[in-house]
């Protein structure tokens, strides 16, 4: 039998879904303006700006006024441009997996494993950004770096301990190979 | 409270009727076949019910469930309609609904023989309201399935399809809800459900009276040069944009 918290789940889930649906518009739909084949493009946004956007020379500029003023406005603001540059990239993923689903609904042949996987590239895709949204909100965009700095060194200093700890236990088991 | 349950039951039986009436005069009905074999059904099956518990009330609870079952049976045929003329202009999308509603039939199938295998009392002791509760949860997946790909697609809903859409998907996730609690309050709650049975039927008939009054046909893809493409070229173009925005966005974090 199936269990109780499933139906209630898939009942709940079926009564959302419905009212989404309800919500959604009966109007035919309008062609979509089909992007270019670049990515970046599409995220307007130039390199350098958001290199300075999360970058820190702005701050070691500000910490060294002394203006603590100046210090919380600047924090402010540089949050308010991060999580604003991290939405629009998140709408511009969102709008390349559209794009995709217009064109991938109408084609005979499509691939569903190739589906599949474009579809879980996106969702990690999106959770990245609420990852950083979330990062941003909590110690900033200039200490994101700082922090991915941190867990790069760690997760270098990690492999590094399970490489040696790997190869310790690999010559341990030659060893008893000779010994045995 | 006789009174509103009798109010409930003419109200339901008037709208049965005028939807019926409705889809002559429009010549809707045979687009949407199961769904109109589904009002009739439920239609003769009022009728025949409150015939079996006027003159052989020994009989209704065995009328009762016969009928319910059938009507289940024949509600799948609706979500099987939903499929069938929802994705018919969108092939792409109708093999992935295919797969998923294959996939969730056979895992409710394997779940079912498992069951069945471990405790060979479970058929004997299943409660008739257990039964219909699989039937309708399994019902409700497939719905969830079917219609979360209709949004992920982008797959526009014609007025009519929405409906019958709407109301099915209100009924069956209202009727899942309440057979789960039913059996565990004990039955203690079970006049309720005499009441809150037929509104919610009634509120999915009113959906449908509304959205099927007029026929309009399910609108189909706006045409574009790149909807020729082959999918490949298509999935190859789009992995590699989503690449493109992966390191795009991994230049903020990359140390």
């Not at chain 1, 200039?142 to 790069?152: G, Q, T």
């Not at chain 2, 109708?94 to 294959?102: D, E, F, G």
């Amino acid at each position: 039998m199936i269990p109780a918290t499933v139906s209630i789940l898939a009942a709940a889930l079926l009564l959302l879904i419905v009212f989404r649906v309800w919500k959604s518009t009966c109007l035919p739909e309008a062609g979509l303006p089909y992007g270019s084949d670049d990515a970046e493009e599409s995220v307007s946004c130039p390199k350098e700006i958001v290199s300075a956007i999360f970058g820190s020379d702005d701050w070691e500029y500000i910490s060294k006024l002394n203006l603590p003023e100046l210090q919380a406005v600047f924090l402010r603001e540089r949050k308010s441009v991060a999580r604003a540059w991290v939405r629009a990239t998140a709408g511009s993923i969102h709008r390349i997996m559209r794009e995709h689903a217009q064109i991938a609904r109408c084609s005979s042949d499509l691939e569903i494993s190739d589906e599949l996987g474009l579809y879980v590239r996106y969702l990690s895709l999106q959770a990245a950004c609420a990852a950083l949204q979330l990062s941003i909100g909590l110690v900033g965009p200039v200490r994101v770096r700082y922090l991915s700095e941190y867990v790069y060194v760690l997760s270098t200093r990690l492999s590094y301990a399970h490489w040696v700890m790997k190869d310790a236990m690999e010559s341990r088991e030659l060893q008893g190979i000779w010994q045995g | 409270m006789a009174i509103l349950t009798l109010a409930l039951w003419y109200i339901g039986f008037g709208l049965e009727i005028l939807l019926l009436v409705r889809a002559s005069y429009t010549r809707i009905r045979p687009s949407y076949p199961i769904f109109y074999l589904y009002i009739l059904f439920v239609l003769a099956q009022s009728i025949l019910r409150l015939a079996v518990y006027h003159y052989r009330e020994g009989l209704y609870a065995y009328i009762y469930w016969s009928t319910e079952f059938i009507g289940v049976i024949i509600g799948c045929g609706i979500v099987y309609e939903i499929y069938r003329l929802g994705l018919a202009s969108f092939p792409g999308t109708a093999r992935m609904a295919r797969l998923l509603l294959s996939v969730l039939f056979f895992m409710a199938l394997a779940k079912a023989l498992v069951d069945a295998s471990t405790d060979p009392r479970w058929w004997a002791e299943a409660t008739t309201i257990d039964i219909e509760r699989a039937l309708r949860t399994v019902q409700a997946i497939a719905l969830v399935a079917l219609t979360a790909l209709f949004l992920v697609y982008d797959i526009p809903f014609g007025r009519n399809l929405k409906g019958i859409l709407l109301g099915y998907g209100l009924f069956i996730g209202v009727s899942v809800i309440w057979f789960t609690f039913l059996p565990a309050e004990g039955y203690r709650y079970q006049h309720i459900w005499d009441y809150l049975g037929p509104l919610t039927y009634g509120l999915a008939l009113s959906l449908w009276t509304v959205y099927l009054w007029s026929p309009q046909t399910q609108p189909a893809p706006v045409p574009n040069v790149r909807l020729e493409e082959q999918y490949q070229r298509v999935a190859a173009r789009t992995r590699r944009r989503l690449q493109a925005a992966r390191g795009y966005l991994g230049k903020v974090i990359d140390p």
